[in-house]
């Protein structure tokens, strides 16, 4: 079976592959300090795979190429999801995952843009849609194909400055921009309070054309970032219901899912759990 | 005695003042003008494109200039990430707005990532009416709390447009204290601009004026009034505020006995804070008396009414000097 654009069911298996080897990359950097924000990172390991092993323009050897899709963490403590897609991609060497969360470490818990591969400063939430606005429209101007993928979490939906820049997505008709909703359910204080819904109508009255789908399902997200290619003079927005823990149903269960602490023991049950979980496909 | 240079109307605009050259909208113009020569000049505004002079560069350039609308946190974001695609972004706000509401991301998006993002931010300090929701006078004293941040603040129209094309190439984020309107010519045109640097626009006499941005015209009118009365006052203009210039400001201290130090900000966290500092840092003693704004905010009125009452006109200038 084929997408409109090629993609096979072969494709989507690796895919999932993929972003189930993200996720042994987040429990092995964990693992290592012992704590981290591993939740959320494993919710977004199949968006990190669609974006970076299908959707996007990149090359890991020439991590300033002009002509590159941009990518941007704005919820910059998902950092750990982004060192295993840099890794896996390779920007990064797996061999520096022990140190994540350490002290002198390039791989701090909330993201810097010091380390290649890495497009703004994340962690100070609502910062990330503006910017990838005003990269979408230098890149405009530049005359460049090369299009903008912004991560924003349900949590930054609470701060104004990213509407903000949703006005001004649309206002400057930036159709070289997808913003990527990471609507998890969590945030600091436990689940999601404020009323934040219907997300997917909020947005799409900002003037984006906007879609909602499970952001654990490959086939969707794939489907999605497809569509998101228009260029109609519209914004694209991918409303992403992710699961935090994904993959490992300790995690999944768990009701603080903000900020994990694990004990030695836990984590190996965690990787048996992941491993158990295993798409089938083979590395091609 | 001379006239007081530089009164405003509502918006921060500086009107003619008799007997003293100005320049019209220097910073939109020049602006306009270097934009000509690079094509990696972009120029963005949070609905303030009238009153801070950029007009010139959006008329000429206007698929290179965004209005963001009111939005100031989002206008310094969207100019980080076009600096991010590697262009020089100009943006205009007032003072209050990009210093008070903007402040993280002026930190994080652009000083943190040494974006080149340059903010010309408006009526800075005691230059508008409207009260302390539009006066911006702890600004110096809150960006210099933001490293990798270099901040500049021009004393008149000739500083200005050579600091419009300065901090081009000034790598990193930048704040620059914008005049607007009638901008006084207080320099000759053999005035060069060196960021970083303090320079002695008046040397000699028995005392020492040090000032930064709008004051430094003030200081020069004062000096050039008691020198009629036979008293001799030296001014170093003081620019660039950070990077702070503490050897060129130690060197021009040395020669005096008795300071005064003035600015259009509050005496404290600004140029007072940071000559005295140095002061004390070098173990030099002076007398040093402070020009500028109380801990406060203030009311509404005409820039001139404004200045009298709070003390940065020509005759407290006077009072500091005679002693």
């Known amino acids: 079976m084929m997408t409109a654009s090629g993609v096979t069911t072969t494709d989507i298996d690796m895919l999932r592959l993929r972003a189930y080897d993200l996720r042994v990359a987040m429990l092995e950097m964990a693992a290592g300090k012992g704590e981290g924000y591993v939740a959320q990172g494993l919710g977004m390991a199949d968006c990190l795979a669609a974006l970076y092993f299908h959707e996007m323009h990149h090359d890991p050897a020439n991590p300033d190429w002009d002509d590159r899709d941009r990518f941007l963490l704005s919820t910059g403590h998902y950092s750990i999801a982004m060192y295993a897609v840099l890794a896996e991609a390779g920007y990064l060497d797996r061999a520096e995952f022990p140190s994540y969360g350490l002290n002198g470490s390039r791989l701090p818990m909330s993201t810097f843009d010091d380390l290649p591969g890495l497009e703004i400063v994340g962690g100070s939430l609502g910062q990330g849609l503006g910017q990838a606005v005003g990269m979408a429209l230098g890149l405009r101007l530049d005359g460049r194909e090369a299009r903008v993928f912004c991560e924003v979490s349900d949590g930054e939906l609470q701060e104004g400055s990213t509407w903000e820049a949703l006005m001004s997505g649309a206002t400057f008709g930036c159709d070289n921009l997808v913003a990527l909703f990471d609507c998890n359910g969590v945030q600091a204080d436990g689940p999601v309070h404020v009323q934040l819904e219907p997300v997917l109508d909020k947005i799409s009255a900002f003037g984006w054309s906007s879609i909602e789908i499970n952001g654990n399902d490959m086939e969707a997200l794939v489907r999605a970032l497809e569509v998101s290619r228009v260029r109609d003079g519209k914004p694209k927005a991918i409303i992403m219901r992710t699961q935090p823990g994904s993959g490992v149903p300790t995690l999944e269960k768990r009701e603080r899912a903000h900020f994990v602490r694990i004990t030695d023991e836990e984590w190996q049950v965690m990787r048996d759990e992941l491993e158990a979980g295993r798409p089938g496909a083979t590395r091609g | ?323």
Do not use: W
Not at chain 2, 153 to 166: G, H, K
Not at chain 2, 211 to 232: C, I, P
């Open chain 2, 1 to 323: 005695m001379a006239e007081v240079a530089g009164r405003t109307r509502g918006m921060g605009e500086l009107i003619d003042v008799a007997d003293k050259a100005s320049d019209f909208a220097p910073f939109g113009r020049e602006l306009a003008a270097l934009a000509r020569e690079r094509d990696d000049i972009v120029g963005l505004t949070a609905d303030m494109g009238r009153y801070s002079d950029i007009l010139p560069f959006r008329d000429e350039y206007p698929d290179r200039f965004f209005n963001v609308g009111m939005a100031e946190q989002n206008l310094i974001a969207v100019a980080a990430g076009l600096a991010k695609t590697g262009k020089v972004a100009y943006c205009t706000t007032y003072s209050v707005f990009v210093t008070r509401r903007a402040y993280d991301f002026v930190a994080i998006a652009c000083a943190h990532s040494q974006a080149n993002v340059k903010i010309f931010a408006g009526m800075p300090g005691l230059m508008n009416g409207y009260g302390a929701t539009h006066q911006a006078t702890e600004d110096l004293n809150m960006m210099r709390g933001i490293a990798d941040l270099t901040i500049i603040d021009p004393c008149d129209a000739v500083e200005l447009r050579q600091v419009v094309r300065a901090v081009a190439d000034i790598k990193g984020t930048v704040y620059v204290r914008l005049l607007r309107g009638n901008v006084p010519v207080e320099l000759d045109a053999s005035y060069r601009f060196v960021p970083g640097k303090a320079q002695v626009l008046r040397p000699g006499g028995t005392i020492g004026i040090i000032s930064t941005g709008y004051m430094t015209g003030r200081a020069l009118d004062a000096a050039k009034e008691v020198a009629s009365r036979g008293v001799q006052v030296g001014v170093l203009h003081v620019p660039t505020i950070k990077p702070f210039d503490t050897a060129g400001v130690l060197d021009f201290v040395a020669r005096y006995d008795r300071l005064i130090v003035a600015e259009n900000h509050k005496t404290t966290g600004g140029l007072g804070t940071l000559v005295t500092e140095a002061m004390f840092d070098a173990g030099v003693l002076k007398p040093v008396e402070r020009i500028g704004l109380a801990d406060s905010f203030f009311e509404c009125g005409s820039q001139e009414y404004l200045e009298a009452r709070y003390g940065l006109d020509l005759p407290r200038f006077i009072r500091a000097i005679m002693g």
